[in-house]
């Protein structure tokens, strides 16, 4: 990465040309991280699969199924039946199983996240899913059950997630 090369972490026999160095350190690594978050039921539109946000703290968000095993699926369609109509209907449709949302952010938005505690970075994608899409209240707060946080800044020997040309270069 970039920042390796930066930093001097790996050493060059015989060194790098210095217009080599020069093109390097002209270079800016920006944070990236991702959030993923599991959700025991959906309650966004079936079939999403990836959305692009403006004006939100988490602006890309991936959206994934994982089906229960069959005969989890069956107990699971029976139990839901005791959860919101809305959010039953569509687990049963689903066939049950999990649900794993997983929010990207780089630049500025990378660095606020990166700062918060995990379980506040992953509640945050929960309440923007909440204002995006409308569930009853307190209905995703129910289906969250944890999540992770991937900071490929603070990784050593990563220690950024995209690379671009500094401002003026």
Same mark, same amino acid.
């Given at each position: 990465s970039i920042p390796v090369l930066q930093r001097g972490a790996i050493a060059f026999h015989p060194p790098l040309p210095p217009s080599t160095t020069r093109a390097i350190h002209s270079l800016r690594c920006e944070p990236a991280l991702k959030v993923t978050v599991k959700m025991s039921q959906r309650w966004w539109p079936p079939n999403?699969?990836?959305?692009?946000?403006?004006?939100?703290?988490?602006?890309?968000?991936?959206?994934?199924?994982?089906p229960a095993p069959p005969l989890a699926a069956s107990s699971s369609a029976a139990s839901s039946s005791a959860a919101s109509s809305s959010? *039953? &209907?569509? +687990?049963a449709a689903d066939g049950g199983g999990l649900?794993?949302?997983t929010a990207?952010?780089?630049?500025?938005?990378?660095r606020h996240i990166a700062a918060l505690p995990t379980e506040e970075a992953c509640r945050g994608v929960v309440?923007?899913?909440e204002r995006m899409f409308g569930p009853a209240r307190g209905e *995703? &707060?129910? +289906?969250?059950?944890?999540g992770v946080v991937m900071d490929w800044g603070s990784v050593p020997y990563v220690w950024g997630g995209y690379s671009c040309p500094g401002v003026g270069e």
């Open positions: 999403t699969h990836g959305m692009i946000c403006a004006r939100c703290t988490y602006p890309e968000l991936w959206f994934q199924h994982v959010t *039953a &209907a569509s +687990a649900y794993y949302v990207y952010a780089t630049g500025d938005a990378a309440q923007q899913l *995703a &707060a129910l +289906a969250y059950q944890g």
